[in-house]
């Protein structure tokens, strides 16, 4: 039995500590966000945050996300303060991720979301170079540039806050 902290809730599993993250996330306790794309860490589909830090968990044992807070995407809103109440709204970058209609098969979209959040709390006024780098994420559709147009209006938005 292993207790895992995700999404704030402390939950046990049964599972081997081997058994990917990904696996035990999906799985186990049923947060069906989090995709598998490739199974190798390269595609970004399985991005969660570990820590606060974006990981890739289709290769990450479960054993090594003990005792370390683990969001997924079902969690995203929550983390930054956002989603509590019973009218919650959803986290910034997922209003813009609608409307700048990023999706189009969206399969990529949870991980690419956890992947823009995990930069814009380290950094909210990213330079296009500081995206190009963070945004390793592979979408099949081509959405890039919405996902660019974004995190821009993002930035804005920070910068009218500060």
């Known amino acids: 039995m292993m207790k895992l902290d995700v999404n ?22 049923g ?4 995709k598998y794309g490739c199974g190798l860490a390269q595609c970004g589909a399985c991005t969660i945050h570990l820590d606060g830090v974006a990981t890739r968990c289709c ?3 479960a054993s090594a996300a003990a005792g370390k ?6 969690g995203l809103a929550a983390q930054d303060g ?19 209609q990023v999706p189009q098969c969206g399969y990529c979209q949870s991980g690419m979301l956890m ?15 500081e995206i190009d780098a963070a945004m ?6 081509g959405t890039y540039p919405r996902v660019r147009a974004a ?12």
């Not at 947060?31 to 989090?34: A, K, M, Q, V, Y």
């Not at 919650?88 to 991720?97: F, I, S």
């Not at 995190?151 to 500060?162: I, N």
């Open 8 to 29: 704030g809730r402390t939950l046990a599993v049964d599972t081997d500590g081997d058994t990917p993250l990904l696996w035990v996330l999906r799985d186990d306790l």
């Open 31 to 34: 947060l069906t966000g989090t």
């Open 59 to 61: 290769v990450l044992p």
């Open 69 to 74: 807070k683990i969001t997924t995407i079902e």
């Open 82 to 100: 956002q989603g509590k109440g019973k009218a919650a709204g959803p986290h910034l970058l997922q209003a813009l991720w609608i409307k700048h």
């Open 115 to 129: 992947a823009a959040a995990s930069l814009f709390r380290e950094n909210p006024a990213p330079s296009d170079a």
């Open 136 to 141: 390793t994420n592979i979408c099949r559709c």
């Open 151 to 162: 995190l821009h209006e993002a930035r804005s938005l920070a910068g009218e806050r500060a």
